[in-house]
């Protein structure tokens, strides 16, 4: 029998977003397998983070494909990405909370291709007069990011009900960065 890689990634994902400190042998029986097999695909824990992070920044770029963040107007092309990125919120929160995926020389450098398209997407929003100039897009996107780990934790938690996830980040976010236009 063959071990499908991605069925293992994602029983870990969903209990390291539920439990980050779970140790290897929770993650195995999550997975529904042994132990030993899981440390044959996966050396340790940081290996498992890092092919986690993989597949955490391949979901968010394909959220960010879906949600065409070029067409149409700014707010809603943000309802887009939100909607498209819910189903791997709660891993993009654990990954984001893994503060060593951020130390030292060997950040993944799809970190860097996200932080780029979707501060070009704030850009775009504010050279178009949709968004607020006093903000920069790094600090926007950054917020985004905060918004998106923080509902998905009270999600998780049962503080906010799930079919709310997209709504409670989007009115928060733009109503915060929406520029007002004065009369």
């Not at 909607?83 to 919120?89: G, I, K, L, Q, T």
């Not at 993009?92 to 130390?103: A, D, M, Q």
């Not at 903000?135 to 049962?158: F, K, M, N, R």
Request: charged letters at 30%.
């Amino acid at each position: 029998m063959t071990l499908d890689r991605e069925q293992v990634l994602r029983s870990a994902a969903a209990l390291l977003t539920r439990k980050s400190t779970a140790t290897m042998d929770e993650v195995a029986r999550a997975a529904g397998i042994g132990r030993a097999t899981l440390h044959r695909h996966f050396a340790g824990r940081g290996a498992l983070v890092g092919a986690l992070e993989d597949l955490g920044i391949r979901e968010f770029e394909a959220a960010l494909d879906a949600a065409a963040l070029d067409e149409g107007p700014a707010d809603e092309a943000l309802r887009r990405l939100v909607a498209a990125v819910e189903p791997s919120a709660g891993l993009l929160s654990f990954l984001v909370g893994e503060s060593r995926l951020f130390e030292g020389d060997e950040v993944n450098e799809g970190w860097d291709r996200l932080d780029t398209r979707v501060s070009a997407f704030f850009r775009r929003g504010q050279e178009r007069g949709e968004f607020r100039i006093d903000l920069t897009p790094a600090w926007l996107t950054e917020a985004l990011y905060g918004l998106i780990g923080s509902c998905a934790w009270s999600v998780q938690a049962g503080r906010v009900a799930a079919r709310d996830f997209s709504y409670m980040i989007v009115e928060l976010l733009l109503g915060g960065a929406r520029r007002s236009v004065e009369k």
